[in-house]
Nanobody, 120 residues
């Protein structure tokens, strides 16, 4: 059983910062890519940022220059530093990872989500 647990969400004023964390646990060989997605009320879930095992990153245009994704491979964790937050960043943020099983199959896993609310 693989589990992803997010933390760090909350309420912040526009211009403020938050740092999200996600810890993966369970039985898997290794983690390939990790990512953060978000879903605002009435909108589809969208990709925010991704990071490969080697540390290559990619960001949605809407967060470039404000958000930074990082990971700790030894601890199976991924982080999202969010600066200069805007009300439009308000959403439930989900951690996602692609991991290899001990039979070398690749599987996608999702966290339960953490709420980020940015007030104007």
């Amino acid at each position: 059983q693989v589990q992803l647990v997010e933390s760090g969400g909350g309420l912040v004023q526009a211009g403020g910062s938050l740092r999200l964390s996600c810890a993966a646990s369970g039985s898997f060989l290794d983690i390939r890519s990790m990512a953060w997605h978000r879903q605002a009320p009435g909108k589809q879930r969208e990709l925010v940022a991704t990071i490969t095992r080697d540390g290559a990153t990619n960001y949605a245009d809407s967060v470039k220059g404000r958000f930074a994704i990082s990971r700790d491979n030894a601890k199976n964790m991924v982080f999202l530093q969010m600066n200069s937050l805007k009300p439009e960043d308000t959403a439930v943020y989900y951690c996602n990872m692609q991991a290899r099983s001990y039979t070398f199959s690749r599987n996608d896993y999702w966290g339960q989500g953490t709420q980020v609310t940015v007030s104007s």
